[in-house]
């Protein structure tokens, strides 16, 4: 026989998005200005909310915006913002922006990925530096970021610091998950946990108080290379597929790896 697990209701959606950013309804009520009374009302199922007072708290919530359709649905309402494939016409302009970001910060890495850190694009510097030595298997479609990365067939022989570095992208892995959750990004995180090399945990191989960021550090033919890393979203997005890509750039984290990189574009930059 087999057992269909109830719908959930939109006050038990709303009250775990709550409950998951650490609010009382007392706090929610008080931040969306909204009466606590009428909030808890929703949260029992009492009170049917409108779309708007549901768009209203999913903003003071910071829900994401696939969550957003999911809560207007579960009250009985149309979704309000669109899926669109990157692929559509209506996405050229974001296409482009994605070119000239990418192109932009060569000679440096960078890279275009979606939630589950599966890669959309990556400019030709992120394609010689993070794909070197690693097994083909790996960068069949849909290739992931963070698979490449932590492997024992991928970067992770050539990583220097893989503990600590290790521990840093699996800890931001678990607070992506946090904030929202995706059965796919958990069991992700499961399978780069049992890498072997990976550290689950907080590495102690730096002090937090005398460093900057967790650097990757990795070894090439010749010496090594040392990165940092930022991430850029689309604050402004109103799509799902814009509002759901990350673009990771990378920075040289020593005058030797900004050398070593400006020199590939431009051998006389080697001895400027």
Not at 15 to 34: F, I, T
Not at 155 to 181: C, F
Request: proline share 9%; with cysteine; hydrophobic share 45%.
């Amino acid at each position: 026989m087999t057992v269909v697990a109830p719908k959930r209701g939109v006050g038990e959606l709303l009250r775990d998005w709550r409950q998951r950013r650490h609010l009382s309804q007392l706090d929610l009520a008080g931040e969306a200005e909204v009466s606590a009374r009428h909030l808890s009302f929703v949260e029992t199922g009492r009170s049917r909310p409108s779309p708007e007072l549901l768009l209203h708290l999913a903003e003071h919530l910071d829900v994401p915006l696939r969550e957003r359709n999911a809560l207007l649905l579960a009250a009985g309402y149309a979704p309000k913002h669109p899926e669109t494939p990157l692929d559509a016409a209506a996405m050229a302009p974001v296409r482009e922006a994605l070119d000239r970001i990418l192109e932009g910060h060569q000679p440096f890495p960078a890279v275009v990925v979606d939630p589950r850190w599966d890669l959309v694009a990556a400019n030709g510097a992120a394609l010689a530096v993070l794909t070197d030595r690693v097994a083909p298997e790996l960068l069949a479609p849909p290739v992931n970021a963070l698979r490449v990365c932590l492997h024992p067939d991928g970067l992770a022989p050539r990583i220097a610091n893989l503990g600590e570095y290790s521990a840093h992208l699996l800890a931001r892995l678990q607070r992506q998950t946090a904030l929202s959750p995706d059965p796919r990004v958990d069991a992700l995180h499961t399978e780069l946990r049992g890498y072997p090399g990976v550290d689950p945990g907080t590495s102690a191989t730096m002090d937090p108080a005398e460093a900057l960021f967790v650097p990757l550090r990795l070894r090439v033919r010749g010496g090594e290379l040392a990165f940092f890393s930022t991430i850029s979203t689309f604050g402004t997005a109103l799509d799902i597929t814009l509002s759901e890509l990350a673009i990771e750039a990378f920075f040289p984290a020593d005058a030797a790896t900004k050398a070593a990189l400006s020199a590939q574009l431009d051998p006389a930059s080697a001895s400027a």
